[in-house]
């Protein structure tokens, strides 16, 4: 028997079934997008390597463990293969201010609003809610006129706003600040004095954190690290006064908003690029992974990046992980059909498939079982399709020029003209 082929590991089929769900999340996103004035962008799926590694650091998780790098075509003397410089994308954030230096973006606008949908890849070992490809919705807003704190509360209402219209409300905010670059390394400087008493009973891992990028240490998932984390007393004290003003303002506009927020402290995120405020969104039903979505400000990326000094604040949700925690929620049937044709032998199949285009280029979604079978069987089709009406076609309705019409919630039937068939149709559906 010849071999039956799988989904790789961490990635799944989206089936028509699951398809709705997908297509209400995208239009929901869609219709808040619009009215937050963001524009779609779309960018390449897999860019040089050096790109994220230079975003979120050589020393994230992500760079370090999971990224999942593409093979060159070529090998070497000794026939290994050769990397070839491209990654599959793990997030968007580094591909779109790519993009935003390459379009020279910030010539055309003081404030660029950018939202993307997407598949992204990471090489990490698959669980519930941890995939190797999944899919986020995300938006970015950078330029010139991006350092205010109302932008940040527009982000962060933004993804609450998202996460409702899905129909979640359990979810939790947290959010915290790491302030100015200055602020951020005053900030690891404190972490570094609170924690060296602690470092002999650190993981070997955040032993090697605790040289190269400190902050690693706080998301750090080992039971003894994380009491570690608990016990040391983490304030604010590294914020100048101007980052802790702009952090006041945020909360203060967050508020107005009515928006319920939980200040987290060891909130830092495990990119790079962030200063200032970050934030992430939780669902405790989702269990170990219940990070909905996460976000923050990160002002130096672009210049980073080769662009100009403009700052840039954006989020990215997880569709996989929205679906699991909407799971209870009833799911509307957004594709519903509104006609199927029936032919009932094989003289009237002509006028039944003509029939079916005429319908269907007049703006009316309409199928049929594109074979001859029982008027049983293709009902039974027609019903499972979730048809509105079905229009029959057998011997008698060709030789007269007419069709059956069957309303499938009335369970009415009646007799008309072939050529007023759309114009009927059109009415009824209108209402
Ligand atoms: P992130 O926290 O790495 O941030 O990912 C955002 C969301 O993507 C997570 O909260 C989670 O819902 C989902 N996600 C991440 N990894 C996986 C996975 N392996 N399987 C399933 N879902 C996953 C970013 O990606 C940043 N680019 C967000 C951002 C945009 N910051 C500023 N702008």
Request: charged share 25%; net charge neutral.
């Amino acid at each position: 028997m010849s071999k039956k082929f799988s989904v790789p590991r961490g990635t799944n089929d989206i089936l028509p079934e699951d398809s709705p769900q997908w297509q209400m999340i995208e239009l929901k996103s869609r219709e808040i997008l619009k009215n937050y004035n963001y524009k779609e962008i779309r960018t390449p799926i897999f860019e040089e390597t050096e790109l994220f590694a230079r975003s979120m650091g050589q020393t994230s998780d992500i760079v370090q463990k999971q990224m999942l790098n593409l093979a060159s075509q070529r090998k070497d003397e000794n026939e290994n293969i050769q990397l070839s410089g491209l990654s599959l994308r793990p997030e968007n954030t580094a591909s779109v201010v790519r993009s935003y230096v390459q379009n020279s973006m910030d010539r055309k606008e003081s404030l660029t609003k950018l939202f993307y949908f997407g598949p992204m890849f990471r090489g990490e070992r698959p669980q519930k809610g941890r995939l190797r490809q999944f899919h986020q919705v995300g938006v970015e807003a950078i330029g010139p006129n991006s350092a205010s704190p109302y932008l940040d509360a527009e982000v962060i209402s933004l993804s609450v706003e998202m996460l409702k219209s899905f129909g979640l409300n359990t979810f939790k905010l947290k959010i915290n600040t790491l302030g100015s670059p200055e602020d951020k390394n005053a900030f690891s400087g404190m972490l570094r004095d609170k924690l060296c008493v602690h470092l002999g009973k650190l993981c070997d891992d955040c032993k090697l954190r605790f040289e190269r990028n400190v902050f690693r240490i706080l998301d750090c998932k080992d039971k003894e690290c994380k009491d570690i984390v608990k016990s040391i007393d983490l304030d604010h004290s590294y914020l100048s006064k101007e980052s802790s003003e702009y952090y006041s303002e945020v909360k203060k506009t967050l508020d107005t908003l009515g928006i319920e927020y939980e200040e987290s402290l060891d909130l830092v995120r495990g990119l790079d690029y962030y200063t200032h405020i970050v934030f992430e969104i939780s669902d405790s039903s989702l269990g170990s992974q219940d990070a909905l979505g996460a976000g923050g400000r990160y002002n130096d990326l672009v210049s980073q990046l080769g662009g100009a000094e403009v700052d840039a604040v954006g989020f990215a949700l997880g569709i996989e992980r929205i679906i699991l925690a909407r799971q209870k929620v009833e799911v509307d049937k957004l594709s519903s059909l509104s006609t199927y044709v029936i032919a009932l032998d094989y003289a009237s199949m002509q006028k039944a498939f003509t029939m079916l285009n005429v319908i269907r280029n007049n703006c009316i979604s309409s199928d049929m079982s594109f074979g001859v079978s029982s008027l049983k069987s293709q009902m039974r089709a027609a019903n499972k399709a979730g048809a509105q009406f079905v229009l029959i076609f057998g011997e008698d309705e060709v030789s007269k020029n007419t069709v059956t019409i069957k309303d499938m919630r009335e369970g009415s039937q009646r007799s008309i003209n072939d050529d007023e068939v759309v114009q009927y149709l059109t009415g009824i559906l209108k209402r």
